[in-house]
């Protein structure tokens, strides 16, 4: 398994503003992933964290609205820019540790935008 | 794109009950599948894994079965005590160019009472 860390853990935003999230594994991991989750809803994968590279976006999401960054194996980031009350959810983000598909997750960053 | 849903929202069993928690996946080409619980405030938890080459799988207290001709996979916690009492979650993974990616279903909500 990995620890995971997150932060901030929790925040409030007005609308128009950004918030950069922060995740730290405790040990280099290949597969880094970013979720959202909607208050009282499942989880939707927003993108892969690619190493060195631009990540990998699903349907419907976009660079422009959700920059990544993963400088090294064990560190990303994850910004939520010009907010919206539609922004509010849990962001997580999860890895895959060695070669084993389970991924693990983070605790979560509760967003809420005013 | 394709989803994995649940047949049940909820349930409430008695402490000491068995539980069966069920999932529906519509991919085809899905060949892994987990089980994740997620207790309030904190991000998912791995509980369970199976790949589409078994059809059962066993840990502590919990089972997971899966049905690959009707494509359902269930969750089944035996003895179940108040500290399982959480949303449930199934999730699915088809391999290849989607490798790590997870696909999550609508959720269960478990509750356990004393």
């Known amino acids: 398994s990995a620890v995971i860390s997150q932060k901030p853990s929790r925040d409030i935003c007005q609308r128009g503003t950004s918030l950069t999230i922060q995740c730290q594994v405790d040990?280099?991991?290949?597969?880094m992933f970013w979720y959202r989750q909607q208050p009282g809803q499942s989880l939707t994968l927003i993108a892969t964290a690619n190493q060195g590279s631009e990540a990998t976006y699903e349907s419907g999401f976009v660079i422009d609205k959700f920059p990544i960054s993963r400088p090294n194996l064990t560190f990303s980031t994850l910004t939520v820019s010009n907010m919206s009350p539609e922004d509010s959810s849990i962001y997580l983000c999860?890895?895959?540790?060695?070669?084993?598909?389970?991924?693990?997750f983070g605790p979560g960053t509760r967003l809420t935008v005013t | 794109g394709e989803s994995v849903g649940l047949h049940l929202p909820t349930l409430s069993v008695q402490e000491g009950d068995n539980s069966i928690i069920n999932c529906a996946y519509s991919?085809?080409?899905?060949?892994?599948f987990i089980w994740y619980k997620q207790e309030s405030g904190k991000g998912p938890q791995f509980i369970i894994d199976i790949r589409s080459n078994m059809d059962k799988r066993q840990g502590q207290r919990v089972t997971v079965l899966l049905n690959k001709t009707v494509k359902h996979l269930s969750l089944q916690i035996a003895a179940t005590q108040p500290g399982d009492s959480a949303v449930y979650f199934c999730a699915e993974n088809a391999g290849g160019t989607s490798y790590g990616k997870l696909t999550f279903g609508q959720g269960t909500i478990l509750t356990v009472h004393p």
């Open positions: 040990s280099q991991v290949t597969m």
């Open positions: 991919n085809s080409a899905s060949d892994y």
């Open positions: 999860s890895v895959v540790v060695g070669d084993l598909r389970g991924q693990y």
